[in-house]
């Protein structure tokens, strides 16, 4: 039995009985969805005509490759987990799933994912997949998370490369536009989870875990918020100013953009009202990934339909 068993079972936590949502939830389903969509647009976005039949075998294995990157975070951070508040519930604390039952079956999703998408998209695509599935596990989860505060800044490479992914698949390479799409989401990284960090600062400090406002303190935080945003805001924007996006989408995002550095400067200046608009912002960063490549999606079907293909 290994530590991570044993120190479930010491604590009295029964272990066993787990049911076939308790697995679905090792995936991470709202960050697999998040990964999945971006993955999609990518795709979509990409140059040329992709086989439907491929596209959607392309996104399955995206999705599973995305599963088994959170089941195997989850099964390394059970430890920090059973201690954090938003994370105690989750199936390898709780008792429901076994360390061990975690480990094999990300590693088994893990495996079938990349091979699905070597042999059906492209060995382009399924190495970039093998690499975020490395990167978030081996370099983000084992070593950044609980070493540096920079993890989030570093560590958010791994998050942002589903749309490199999927335009990898549709194309069979890729180019300064996927590499665009990576840099809205590796420029959001940082202020989305650092204005969850502000407000859950409790928690990171009781797990160990050196978030930025434990490090740095609230205030250097709040600053280094409003720097990514200003770095965020004209990224955002990068689709239409390369020519890629319309029109449309430049205004878009412009408004997007110009609302993020707008929260997140109350967060900075708002004294009265600090962790509230820490919440907001953090809402807000939500919509803006959301929103921003849901326009990109719509602007690229557009086109392609304006195009006749």
């Not at 099964?75 to 604390?93: E, Q």
């Not at 998209?121 to 983000?140: D, E, R």
């Not at 996927?178 to 202020?191: A, D, E, K, V």
């Amino acid at each position: 039995m290994s530590d991570r068993e044993s120190r479930f079972n010491e604590a009295g936590v029964p272990i066993g009985g787990a049911t076939a949502g308790d697995f679905f939830a090792l995936l991470k389903p709202r960050v697999m969805a998040l990964a999945v969509f971006t993955a999609f647009v990518g795709l979509v976005a990409a140059p040329g005509v992709i086989n439907p039949a491929v596209a959607v075998t392309a996104i399955l294995a995206i999705a599973l490759g995305a599963g088994a990157a959170g089941a195997l975070n989850m099964w390394y951070d059970a430890d920090i987990d059973a201690v954090m508040s938003r994370t105690s519930g989750r199936p390898i604390p709780s008792g429901r799933v076994m360390p061990g039952e975690a480990l094999g079956f990300g590693l088994l999703l893990a495996m079938l994912s990349v091979m699905a998408l070597g042999m059906l998209a492209g060995w382009l695509a399924a190495s970039l997949l093998a690499f975020t599935i490395f990167f978030y596990i081996v370099v983000y989860t084992m070593w950044l998370k609980r070493s540096t505060p920079q993890n989030i800044v570093i560590g958010g490479a791994a998050g942002a490369l589903p749309p490199v992914i999927g335009w990898a698949a549709a194309a069979g390479s890729v180019g300064m536009e996927s590499f665009i799409l990576f840099l809205i989401i590796f420029l959001w990284t940082p202020p989305h989870f650092w204005a969850l960090a502000l407000f859950k600062a409790g928690d990171y400090g009781a797990a160990g875990i050196p978030m930025m406002p434990n490090v740095a303190g609230e205030a250097s935080t709040r600053k280094q918020i409003l720097a990514y945003s200003l770095l965020l805001a004209p990224v955002g924007v990068a689709p239409w100013l390369f020519g890629f996006a319309s029109g449309v989408y430049g205004l878009v995002s412009a408004a997007l953009g110009a609302g993020f550095v707008w929260y997140a400067w109350k967060a900075l200046a708002s004294a009265d009202a600090k962790m509230r608009n820490a919440k907001t912002l953090f809402a807000y960063s939500i919509i803006y990934l959301f929103a921003i490549f849901a326009v990109l999606l719509a602007d690229s079907i557009a086109q392609r339909a304006l195009a006749g293909g």
